[in-house]
């Protein structure tokens, strides 16, 4: 069924608390969207983490 992938700067969802509200919020959302609340059961949520280094924005390096 839908997989939703979150692509976040490493750090930026500092606490497994954040990342649990995200995968929740998140899933609601698209069962709410397709107007099917058991999406809810169906949907998986994939947060990958970037570090800094692996991360640009405007042609630059976020950090190096």
Known sequence: MPVITVKA???VLATS??????IE????AF?????????KQKTTVIIE???DQNWGR????VAP
């Open 49 to 51: 983490e970037i570090p």
């Open 31 to 39: 069962a709410r969207v397709v107007g099917d609340e058991s999406f």
């Open 58 to 61: 405007a042609g630059k390096q």
């Open 9 to 11: 700067r490493q750090g």
């Open 17 to 22: 608390q954040m990342k649990a509200q995200l």
């Open 25 to 28: 919020e998140i899933t609601a």
